[in-house]
């Protein structure tokens, strides 16, 4: 750090290779420093040490306490990875260091594997006085990725060694940042729908329309067509066409599509194409349980583990977890959770989003007509609670709920009834590392008004959805979930700090009214008590569609969204006026999200504040995909159908990077995601990700060394690098994964509707409608009718049907209808009336009941 420079010059220096020619210290310092962070001002990222000797920042150097009676130089390090080593160079190296006994040390850069070939070596005699070592080198090898390794072990004694300053200089300055794209002819690398939109994304500099052929598999071309030229796209800055072939159904394998002689990575088209994405999306919370063995027999071989932090040494177990110090002098049993991430924090705020998404992957086939809730049901997924009568998809979210409930205050102490915002390592951990090996102290941090919210939603979300299944359980649920909203209510203000981010993330929050209007809708869809509604409806976010739905996304950081999704689709008490409110923040957020995939070039459903890509963005990407999602459930307006699916388009490689941000999917797919176990770039005997394992996408803010040094200056959607320690740009979470297995289940069942048993006109007719019922609650109901044509099309149109029992409509959209008896006549309004060849138009309405409210017979187009 700077305020040690005093320190540091009154060092002595000590000048290794002494025999280096004169002026090649020079040269070295005109090429570039490889060393990140070497003057620790950004605390120990990215240095590494072994587990035996523990570093931290003390005054600004870098502090190992090593122990006593290693045998070897290797088994005590401190250093760094990832730099490129060129042969023919020469280079710089340079630190200042200190060691309470007198040592020699190894200075080495080397290979970071074996055959660990060392590109320089030196024994540096470190003692109590600051030293400045010099040593300047020619690399007669080379190495993307060596490192720098003081060797610090083999001492009788135990000793405390400090490093400060560390440069490494020399080389050729780093090349632009020129990712390899491969073909400039962009895809969905997994598939379309059959009858589902069908769009790509070519690169190029030509201005004027090409010509663009699908071919199949076996090379017949099978359509054909011109591109659209779209100009420069501002995420990639690349000028680029777009091209359709949605018209195209007839289902197989390995089709391409063929640009000006380039070819696109293959592709199905088909209705089954997302079934295995539900199921592996899903499986990613089993793998990262905490608490339990992952067992071979349900995930095999290679992705098995002993169970992580249950008490067995070096793990300190989660059973009897204290607080940090000061914080509070009770120990919790947290044991079990899902880890967060690629490190094995467990934290409430991020873990009750989490737990939410997976509960509504459930929720959705109870509230959504065609959602399908067999796939996920009892013996469907890898988990080993198959067979005791609950839905798969809940034995998983109650793995997180029992740890969520874990962590509110106990009954008694000050702050009972809130909760912990998280349970995490004291320190950081390196990678890879297995749970069941970190040898960390576990340590409870404080409560915060966000996490305990969290608790409070998810507990009454589980409150409703397990009822039916284990009532003691959701009465277990409804309690820690009323109890936790009070005590949120008495300490509204007890935000997380920002800075309490050693050994686990932060995720800290500066506003929490988002979370309490999450918590109160989920409290009153529950319990139906009016106190509840009333938060509801007195927040200040209600009816206010962009602070509930963020332009850039819902995050565990902006949760109001979950809240208005469940309001919206929920049988509850509200008024029509009141569900009006809500489903319309839900249709106008919905369209401005489908506006924003109308004009993206690559179909995102995205367009951040200032077109950055945030931390996690792929996440972001899929919550507007959520509520596009829902929108479409509501109105059965294929706009919103349509923005979901090029959403999929770009996350499974219809992008500037032509990258597929799911492991298993694609033939580019990411495969060195940042996690501890899943480290297979690190370790070849570990594996890579588990299939169905989304990585966190571009983050335009280069938030890690990594990204720093390998993606200078890229546009925003290029800023990824499937490199195990780009952390900001490649980790993987629980609260990315459940929005995908959200999404996933959405997808496979539009295939299914697709493959015969949805709305559409059947053989032999040509403009047909179909009414559905989308959602239904006591004396009330959401309407749906959609005109779809095949082989004709329609401008302007009048449809009509009987109500069987008595049915009153109250109001529509998207058509102007009366009633008159129990007939009923809707027109398009001027906006609607055109249903083109194989296109599709929806209007939706709500209208009363009682007794029963059985669908019409037939819904008649009359006009
Ligand atoms: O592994 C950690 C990851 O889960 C976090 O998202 C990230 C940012 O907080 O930090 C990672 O851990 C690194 C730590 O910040 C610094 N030391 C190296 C750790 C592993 O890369
Ligand atoms: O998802 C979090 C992202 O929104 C933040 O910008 C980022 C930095 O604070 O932290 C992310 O969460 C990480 C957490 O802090 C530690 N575990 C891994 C999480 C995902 O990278």
Redesign the pocket.
């Known amino acids: 750090m700077r305020r040690h420079i005093p320190r540091a010059l009154a060092a002595v220096l000590v000048a290794g290779a002494l025999a280096a020619p004169g002026g090649a210290a020079a040269a070295a310092d005109e090429g570039p420093e490889l060393i990140v962070n070497g003057d620790f001002a950004a605390?120990?990222?990215?240095?590494?040490w072994t587990p035996d000797n523990p570093a931290t920042v003390v005054d600004g150097r870098l502090c190992a306490e090593v122990p006593a009676g290693t045998a070897n130089p290797w088994d005590a390090i401190v250093g760094q990875n990832d730099l490129p080593i060129e042969a023919g160079e020469t280079y710089a190296l340079r630190y200042t260091a200190t060691a309470t006994t007198p040592v020699t040390i190894r200075t080495n850069v080397q290979q970071a594997v074996e055959p660990w070939a060392q590109f320089f070596a030196s024994a540096d005699q470190v003692t109590d006085t600051a030293q400045t070592f010099e040593h300047i080198f020619t690399a007669t090898a080379g190495d993307e990725a060596a490192q720098l390794a003081f060797q610090i072990g083999g001492s009788d004694t135990a000793y405390t060694f400090c490093v400060d300053d560390v440069s490494l200089r020399g080389g050729a300055e780093r090349p632009p940042y020129d990712p390899d794209t491969g073909s400039p002819v962009r895809v969905n690398q997994v598939g379309y729908l059959t009858e589902g939109p069908k769009n790509g994304t070519f690169v190029t500099d030509a201005t004027e329309p090409l010509t663009w052929t699908l071919n199949a598999a076996d090379g017949t071309e099978k359509a054909s067509g011109t591109t659209v030229p779209a100009g420069t796209d501002p995420t990639s800055l690349e000028n680029v066409h777009t091209f359709a072939f949605g018209d195209f159904t007839e289902a197989g394998e390995g089709y391409t599509v063929t640009i000006d002689g380039q070819t696109s990575e293959p592709f199905t088209i088909g209705d089954d194409i997302y079934g295995t994405l539900r199921t592996d999306a899903l499986a990613y919370f089993y793998h990262n349980r905490s608490g339990i063995e992952i067992d071979a027999d349900l995930v095999g071989e290679e992705y098995a583990r002993p169970a992580g932090h249950v008490n067995v040494a070096p793990n300190q177990g989660d059973d009897d977890v204290p607080c940090q110090p000061g914080v509070c002098d009770y120990t919790l049993d947290a044991a079990g959770g899902w880890y967060?991430?690629?490190?094995h924090?467990k934290y409430v705020v991020n873990g009750g989003i989490a737990a939410a998404q997976v509960m509504s992957v459930y929720e959705r086939t109870l509230t959504t007509e065609g959602a399908d809730g067999e796939p996920i049901g009892d013996g469907k997924l890898a988990v080993p609670e198959q067979g005791n009568g609950v839905p798969d998809v809940l034995d998983e979210a109650r793995w997180q709920l029992e740890f969520l409930m874990s962590m509110q205050v106990p009954a008694g102490e000050e702050l009972a009834g809130m909760a912990h915002h998280k349970l995490h390592d004291e320190q950081?951990?390196?990678?890879p590392l297995l749970p069941h090996e970190d040898p960390q102290p576990r340590e409870l941090h404080p409560a915060s008004t966000a996490a305990t919210l969290n608790l409070a939603a998810t507990g009454a979300q589980c409150a409703r959805l397990y009822a039916d299944f284990d009532a003691e359980f959701a009465d277990r649920c409804l309690s820690a979930a009323r109890t936790a909203y009070t005590a949120a209510e008495a300490h509204p203000d007890m935000l997380a700090d920002p800075n309490d981010?050693t050994g686990?993330?932060a995720y800290s929050d500066s506003n929490v009214s988002d979370e309490f209007y999450w918590a109160a809708a989920e409290l009153y869809l529950a319990t139906g008590e009016d106190a509840y509604l009333q938060d509801v409806l007195g927040s200040p976010l209600h009816g206010d569609a962009e602070a509930v739905f963020p332009r850039g996304g819902m995050s565990w950081g902006a949760t109001a969204g979950l809240g208005a999704l469940d309001l919206a689709t929920v049988d509850s008490g509200l008024t029509d006026a009141q569900l009006g409110v809500v489903r319309g923040m839900v249709t106008d957020a919905a369209d401005g999200y489908a506006a924003d995939a109308a004009n993206a070039a690559y179909g995102v459903p995205y367009a951040p504040d200032g077109g950055r890509y945030v931390w996690g963005s792929n996440s972001q990407v899929l919550n507007n995909m959520v509520v596009l999602a829902t929108a479409h459930g509501l109105t059965g307006e294929s706009g919103y159908r349509d923005a979901v699916l090029t959403g999929l388009d770009y996350l499974l490689g219809r992008n500037p990077l032509n990258q597929s941000y799911v492991t298993g999917y694609g033939e580019r797919d990411s495969k060195n995601q940042?996690h501890?176990f899943w480290a297979n770039q690190l370790d070849p005997s570990l594996p890579n990700p588990a299939p169905g394992s989304i990585a966190g996408g571009p983050d335009s803010q280069l938030e890690?060394p990594v990204a720093e040094q390998e993606l200078q200056g890229c546009p925003p959607a290029m800023c990824y690098i499937d490199h195990i320690?780009s952390?900001?740009t490649n980790?993987i979470t629980i609260n990315w994964n459940a929005p995908l297995a959200w999404i996933a289940g959405y997808a496979d069942d539009l295939g299914a509707a697709d493959g015969g048993t949805g709305p559409g006109p059947g053989p032999g007719e040509e403009c047909a409608a179909a009414y559905s019922v989308p959602n239904e609650w006591p004396g009330g109901f959401t309407g749906s009718v959609t005109l779809s044509c095949d082989g004709a099309s329609l401008d302007g149109w009048t449809v009509e049907w009987d109500f069987p029992d008595g049915q009153r409509m109250t109001n529509a959209w998207n058509a102007v209808c009366t009633q008159s008896g129990t007939t009923v006549s809707c027109r398009n309004t001027p906006y609607n009336g055109a249903v083109p060849d194989g296109g599709s138009v929806s209007f939706g309405f709500n209208a009363g009941w009682s007794g029963a409210n059985g669908a019409p017979e037939e819904v008649k187009l009359v006009g």
């Open positions: 605390g120990t990222d990215p240095w590494w967060d991430a690629g490190d924090g950081w951990t390196g990678l981010g686990g993330g940042h501890r890690d320690e952390y900001s980790e």
